[in-house]
């Protein structure tokens, strides 16, 4: 009996042991003071683990070079979604009908994601990011069937891998930027993959019957019947244009009422500082509040209709500022970070009283500084400078984020 009792004292002892340690590879950081955690960490301390999800777009060469191995095990320790872009894009999957399918640059992330317990959003969704062949206006080889020929060998072979990996694999952008900007004679935006037409599921728009294009349907439908634990996202690009989202309202809507299985809507989130550029009003005080209720109101709408809703490919891009005010672009990127923390505060006060309710995720486009030579455009302030080291933005994000 005593002996008994000894190995069940020692079993118990073993299964305590195996626990703290897969708690410890959890969460590595639960012995660190709230102002040195890792902001995956204080997103996880301050809002559960299954709430809400801060990621970022890496550089996808220096992520796996060995020499930068330093900006790898940062990235990984601050965040906690890995947003993969250009790996996914279609130039990358599926050249033309008759060429073979390529993982080759997206199959590293899987196990890099493992690695450093990270779920990963795929950024694959069907768009004007397409291959040469199907740039080319050539309506002998770009057929109808042709292309639907592209949208089948590329998402049921893609989907398949995505839930093959689906303890890393968390959401699937499946259509990028299906509207035309608000004012344009297109309804929709007229990219290669319109040719397959229109599908018979349809929903109201003002005195208009839309009918959803083909290519859309098509891609949900073969992404769900291979991935069907997968989130499937659609975004969109551009300012919080009232019009738009409405629409993006509606054919949410009307998918799921067909059967269609869809999770939710994010807002590719870039700012610039002149007018031409998305979500440029962001820049500006006196839009802020109509932009501010209009995201409030989007969030909301998804968190009644049980969507989800993600900003990705937040970014502020100053364009031409050293050529405006005669500022070097060093000088300028830690001007404009001034701007960038508005913008910060502006976002944040939106989404933190949303978090488990309609909002899942924060994404950043981009790790480090963008700092052009001089006399180019391009400056783009980030969380980290060239030397991996936190910038303002950085800390001004933790901060919101502690409150």
């Known amino acids: 009996m005593y002996n008994i009792q000894k190995y069940i004292r020692l079993f118990l002892f073993m299964l305590t042991g195996i626990l703290v340690v897969a708690c410890n590879e959890e ?48 990235f990984t320790k601050e965040f906690s979604v890995l947003s993969v872009d250009t790996a996914f894009f279609q130039d990358a999957l599926l050249k033309g009908p008759r060429e073979q399918f390529s993982d080759i640059l997206y199959r590293p992330y899987f196990a890099s994601a493992r690695q450093y317990n990270m779920y990963m959003y795929v950024k694959a969704g069907l768009s004007d990011n397409t291959s040469k062949w199907m740039q080319d206006d050539n309506d002998r080889q770009n057929t109808p069937e042709n292309i639907e020929i592209m949208v089948n060998k590329m998402f049921s072979r893609l989907s398949s891998d995505l839930a093959a990996n689906i303890d890393v694999v968390k959401w699937m952008e499946v259509i990028k930027d299906p509207f035309a900007p608000s004012g344009s004679s297109e309804y929709f935006y007229q990219n290669p993959w319109m040719k397959l037409g229109y599908s018979d599921i349809s929903y109201q728009d003002g005195s208009q019957t839309v009918y959803i294009p083909r290519y859309i349907v098509l891609a949900l439908q073969i992404a769900n019947q291979n ?105 300028a990127v830690e001007v404009s970070r001034e701007d960038q923390k508005e913008v910060f505060h502006s976002l944040m006060s939106v989404v933190l009283p949303r978090i488990g309710k309609g909002i899942s995720t924060l994404q950043f486009n981009g790790f480090q500084d963008i700092i052009p030579e001089e006399g180019d455009s391009g400056i783009n302030p980030r969380l980290f400078n060239v030397k991996n080291e936190p910038t303002v933005l950085y800390y001004e994000l933790r901060n919101l984020l502690s409150k």
Not at 48 to 69: I, L, S
Not at 251 to 270: K, S, Y
Not at 281 to 298: C, D, Q, S
């Open 27 to 74: 969460y590595p950081y639960t012995e660190i003071p709230e102002d040195e955690m890792p902001l995956r960490q204080l997103v996880g301390k301050n809002y559960g683990t299954q709430n809400f999800y801060v990621g970022m777009v890496p550089g996808n060469t220096a992520f796996f070079d060995p020499v930068h191995n330093d900006y790898r095990l940062l």
């Open 227 to 331: 991935a069907p634990s997968v989130k499937k996202i659609i975004s969109q690009s551009g300012e919080l244009d009232i019009v738009i989202w409405e629409r993006m309202q509606k054919m949410l809507a009307a998918l799921r009422t067909a059967g269609i299985d869809v999770d939710g809507m994010a807002w590719n989130a870039t700012f610039e500082d002149d007018d031409s550029g998305s979500g440029y009003k962001w820049t500006y005080p006196t839009h802020r509040t109509e932009n501010e209720k209009l995201l409030g109101e989007l969030i909301d709408w998804c968190s009644r209709n049980r969507f989800e809703f993600h900003i990705t490919s937040i970014e502020l891009q100053m364009r031409n500022f050293d050529a405006i005010f005669g500022l070097t672009n060093e000088f």
